[in-house]
Nanobody, 121 residues
Framework: QVHLVESGGGLVQTGGSLRLSCAAS????????MGWYRQVPGKERELVAD???????NYADSVKGRFTITRDNAKNTVYLQMNSLKPEDTAVYYC???????????????WGQGTQVTVSS
């Protein structure tokens, strides 16, 4: 069993900042890529950013230069620093982690419960 617990969402004005955190816990043998997706009603969930265990990052074009993803491998935690927020960043943000429960297992993607981010104009 793997649990991803997110925190840090909320309401912020345009131009403001928020920092999301997500901690993975449970019977984890290994974690590879961790990331953040977001979804608004009526639209598909989209990748915001992800980061490999070695620190390689990948960002959606819409957030490049404004959002920064980092992780603490010792704590199985991933962070998303969101600056210069815009109303179009309003969404439910989901944390993900590619996990092996045992080293001989394939990678499985786990999801957090989601945290609401609302940017007011």
């Amino acid at each position: 069993q793997v649990h991803l617990v997110e925190s840090g969402g909320g309401l912020v004005q345009t131009g403001g900042s928020l920092r999301l955190s997500c901690a993975a816990s449970g019977s984890i043998a290994s974690i590879n890529v961790m990331g953040w997706y977001r979804q608004v009603p009526g639209k598909e969930r989209e990748l915001v950013a992800d980061i490999s265990v070695g620190g390689s990052t990948n960002y959606a074009d819409s957030v490049k230069g404004r959002f920064t993803i980092t992780r603490d491998n010792a704590k199985n935690t991933v962070y998303l620093q969101m600056n210069s927020l815009k109303p179009e960043d309003t969404a439910v943000y989901y944390c993900t982690a590619d996990v092996k429960l045992f080293l001989w297992n394939p990678w499985s993607k786990y999801w957090g419960q989601g945290t609401q981010v609302t940017v007011s104009s």
